[in-house]
């Protein structure tokens, strides 16, 4: 089974900006209301560029967790 990643956008800290929206090569997030939006979450990767350019901290990725190959 596959593990899916997990995107947070802490509403009250983003200004609307687009950079991650710009930014993401799966389009998972999307503008709404000035606010970004998750949106296609089944498409996210965890490449976690949202909210390593997020310039004001305003995303948390939690990426697939790794299955190990013992």
Same mark, same amino acid.
């Given at each position: 089974?596959n593990? @899916?990643? %997990?995107v947070i956008v !802490?509403? %009250?800290? $983003?200004? =609307?900006c687009e950079i991650? /929206? &710009?930014? $993401?090569p799966?389009?998972?997030? /999307?503008m709404? +209301?000035?606010?970004? @939006?998750?949106d !296609?979450? &089944?498409?996210?990767? =965890?490449?976690?560029? $949202?909210?390593?350019?997020?310039? &004001?901290?305003?995303?948390e990725?939690? #990426? #697939?967790?790794? @299955? !190990?190959? +013992?």
């Amino acid at each position: 089974m596959n593990q @899916k990643a %997990s995107v947070i956008v !802490n509403e %009250s800290w $983003c200004k =609307g900006c687009e950079i991650c /929206v &710009d930014i $993401c090569p799966r389009q998972v997030l /999307v503008m709404e +209301n000035f606010v970004a @939006k998750v949106d !296609n979450i &089944d498409q996210c990767t =965890g490449c976690m560029m $949202c909210e390593l350019l997020c310039p &004001d901290f305003a995303i948390e990725v939690h #990426p #697939p967790e790794r @299955k !190990n190959r +013992n």
